[in-house]
């Protein structure tokens, strides 16, 4: 599977979490995990979509970044499959990191 670009708003990383939980076509349930598929109400998403923009970010990632090496921050855990698919096609030396963030205790926002 693959993950969409991050969102830009703080709306959107939810909408972006359930598109990708929705990402599969109805007559690809198969493709879908158990207890999704249920709730699957339409396509947001192609994972086709996702790739080829994916490939396009990997791009111009190189070549802005070409005789450069990058630090890729992803957050845990939604971020992992993501990076890692990006960094796959990104054509300068590369590095990863991951960080784990949560609002404080007892809130829902920080």
Not at 11 to 24: T, V
Not at 38 to 63: G, P
């Amino acid at each position: 599977h693959r993950f969409p670009a991050l969102p830009h708003t703080t709306e959107e990383p939810n909408k972006l979490c359930q598109a990708y939980k929705m990402s599969a076509v109805a007559d690809e349930k198969s493709n879908v995990p158990q207890k999704w598929r249920d709730s699957l109400k339409e396509v947001l998403f192609t994972e086709e979509r996702i790739a080829k923009r994916v490939a396009e970010l990997a791009a111009k990632i190189s070549k802005d970044y070409a005789g450069k090496e990058i630090l890729a921050v992803g957050l845990l855990n939604g971020a992992m499959m993501y990076v890692t698919d990006l960094l796959r096609q990104v054509t300068v030396p590369n590095r990863v990191d991951f960080m784990v963030v949560s609002s404080y205790a007892g809130t829902e926002t920080t």
